[in-house]
């Protein structure tokens, strides 16, 4: 009791510091504010309480904007996690309901058999009518009660089929939630090497080739640290943005981590991989990045892009190594272009990771 009590304290502890929140700094009593601060105030997610502390400090306040977007990055995720938790606790619910059913249902049969054995004696020693009679109509009763059970049985075995076809179909979609990045909308790490390595083994077998982009966004820290972090997620937002709109078929987008990117080009050659990296950094470089909360100008965002072909035996980490070393020599090398394999600044990068 006395736990219980405790929790209850806290968790109200945690509700008067959200409120008090949005009362001293004049937002909006709704949901998702509510939302943001109760999550502040248990100090379990860091990240939201970093941005939050840093866009005070710089702002001095919170805009509508910036509550949607910490809403949208940092409390998204979760909320798909619990999602899936309770999505598997129903299907656990039902498994362990049918499971009784069928459990009742084979006492039933076994009762049923004993029905059967006890009154194959009974007629073997009946002397009258009567006593035929009786066991008969036991029987009958009992067929009765046997085929109800089972037909209530194939109905909640129909009903439940149902809703175990449902609840698959919302973990599904809760499982295309968990391999896409909620800051971009693009797909996340996993999805990312999920993808090319089915790829990749494709490529192999059909003895075709396969091109891989490694993007980073040119000084990236600086606009962290000018800025702030909302202003940073908004310039991945950017790329993520010019990402969708540049790569279109089967070619796969990803956020590789941080501010690092990937696309994967099936059945591309490595000089038609150039033509697209190239057709991706201008695409990134006409947009200019406009600070949400304030409309200021904040300039352009660049980006630097490595591009690997795969070869004859290569593995997945052999082609993103070659991949990532391009990447390193086109940073080192000034910045906003591409630099693939057959580049003279790929090999001399080469020589800097061996010395």
Request: with cysteine.
């Amino acid at each position: 009791m006395t736990a219980i009590t405790d929790d209850q304290e806290r968790t109200l502890g945690f509700a008067d510091i959200a409120l008090g929140q949005i009362k001293s700094l004049r937002q909006l009593a709704i949901p998702r504010n509510y939302e943001i601060w109760y999550v502040y105030a248990t100090g379990y997610n860091s990240s939201l309480n970093r941005v939050i502390n840093e866009t005070l400090a710089r702002n001095g306040c919170l805009t509508e904007v910036d509550l949607d977007q910490i809403h949208d990055t940092y409390l998204s995720q979760v909320r798909s996690t619990d999602r899936i938790d309770h999505v598997g606790a129903r299907v656990i619910s039902e498994i362990d309901d049918v499971m009784a059913l069928i459990n009742d249902a084979l006492g039933l049969t076994e009762s049923f058999g004993a029905t059967l054995q006890g009154a194959s004696e009974t007629v073997s020693l009946a002397k009258d009518r009567d006593q035929l009679k009786a066991v008969i109509e036991g029987l009958v009763k009992s067929t009765r009660e046997t085929r109800d059970a089972n037909k209530a049985l194939e109905e909640r075995l129909n009903s439940s089929k149902s809703e175990v076809s449902n609840l698959q179909k919302n973990l599904e979609a809760i499982r295309a939630e968990t391999l896409n990045d909620p800051l971009t909308g693009l797909g996340n790490r996993k999805y990312f090497d999920r993808a090319l390595s089915s790829m990749i083994a494709i490529s192999h077998q059909q003895k075709e080739p396969l091109s891989l982009l490694m993007l980073d966004i040119d000084h990236f820290k600086s606009f962290n640290d000018n800025y702030g972090h909302l202003t940073g997620d908004q310039v991945l937002r950017l790329v993520g943005q010019s990402l969708k709109q540049t790569i279109k078929g089967a070619d796969i987008t990803a956020r590789y981590g941080g501010e690092e990117f990937a696309v994967v080009l099936p059945n591309t050659s490595l000089r038609q991989a150039l033509t697209v990296a190239d057709h991706i950094r201008r695409a990134v470089k006409s947009k200019e990045l406009k600070k949400k909360s304030t409309g200021e100008i904040l300039g352009r965002v660049t980006i630097s892009i490595g591009v690997s072909l795969l070869r004859e035996g290569d593995e997945m980490d052999c082609l993103i190594g070659r991949a990532d070393a391009c990447l390193y020599a086109a940073k080192r090398n000034g910045r906003n272009r591409v630099i693939c394999e057959v580049d003279p600044e790929y090999s001399a990068e080469i020589q800097v990771q061996v010395a």
